[in-house]
């Protein structure tokens, strides 16, 4: 009987695991649910952020304004983007991204935004599903 009684407790518990291990998972799943469309589209947005500064920089005094001006917008855009549609906010990377940017003449010279959104591509991308088979192959 104590036999018996051992093994259901192993079975409950491997259930509990098995379950635990199914909602990880099931959240990362969610995770990557983004399109190649709506990463296109806001690299595109990125990438039209860092050409304008650029161009700005070359207009001395007020373009340095304006880039300012025009980081905020793309910041809030982007922040939108990222708490609506990540479900983990990557906040070391966008403070660190929007900190960079906001530097007078580095920040105009550096592709900030358009690396801040391709890692997030290749977190979602390649990463994750590593990650998920991973995960997949420990519950068999």
């Known amino acids: 009987m104590a036999d018996y009684t051992e093994q259901l407790n192993q079975a409950r518990t491997q259930e509990k695991k098995d379950e635990k ?5 099931g959240q990362i799943g969610t ?3 983004i399109t190649n469309v709506e990463f ?3 690299l595109l ?3 039209a952020k860092d050409v304008l500064d650029w161009i700005l920089l070359f207009a ?3 373009g340095l304004f304006l880039s300012r001006i025009t980081n905020l917008f793309v910041t809030a855009i982007l922040w939108i983007w990222c708490f609506s549609r990540l ?5 070391k990377r966008f403070i660190g991204s929007f900190s960079i940017e906001m530097l007078p003449v ?3 010279l550096s592709p900030t935004w358009t690396i801040f959104i391709v890692t997030i591509w290749i977190e979602q991308r390649i990463y994750l599903p590593k990650l998920l088979k991973r995960a997949s192959k ?3």
Request: no cysteine; aromatic share 4%.
């Open 60 to 62: 001395l005094g007020l």
């Open 138 to 140: 420990s519950t068999k």
């Open 31 to 33: 995770i990557n649910q």
């Open 87 to 91: 479900h983990k906010f990557p906040t």
């Open 21 to 25: 291990e199914d909602n990880l998972a």
């Open 40 to 42: 296109i589209l806001i």
């Open 45 to 47: 947005l990125a990438i």
């Open 106 to 108: 580095i920040g105009d």
